[in-house]
């Protein structure tokens, strides 16, 4: 399997910007994509971005033009730049890692906050 490590999560003003990482360790060659998730209190954790093995990347309506997710294959690092943030986006980040055997690794996840 894979270990994943989030860090970067922090306070932030609205219209403010924070980069969240990702560092991987273990058998990253099972790795078939990467993403990010985040979950609000009291909500169901939804997915906020994805990138494939080729680069390829794809993003939730909410965050289209805002976010934008990449990787450091050199040091299995993937990484969420949050741009023009919004209180709304105020959540625990979590990276995750979809195998090739279709089983998900998950960080330990970083808190964000938005403040008004």
């Known amino acids: 399997q894979v270990q994943l490590v989030e860090s970067g999560g922090g306070l932030v003003q609205a219209g403010g910007s924070l980069r969240l990482s990702c560092a991987a360790s273990g058998s990253i060659f099972s790795i078939k994509y990467m993403a990010w998730y985040r979950q609000a209190p009291g909500k169901q954790r939804e997915w906020v971005a994805a990138v494939g093995t080729s680069g390829s990347t794809t993003y939730a309506d909410s965050v289209k033009g805002r976010f934008t997710i990449s990787r450091d294959n050199a040091k299995n690092t993937v990484y969420l730049q949050m741009n023009s943030l919004k209180p709304e986006d105020t959540a625990v980040y979590y990276c995750?890692?979809?195998?090739?055997?279709?089983?998900?690794?998950w960080g330990q996840g970083t808190q964000v906050t938005v403040s008004s």
């Open positions: 995750n890692a979809r195998m090739i055997s279709l089983i998900d690794s």
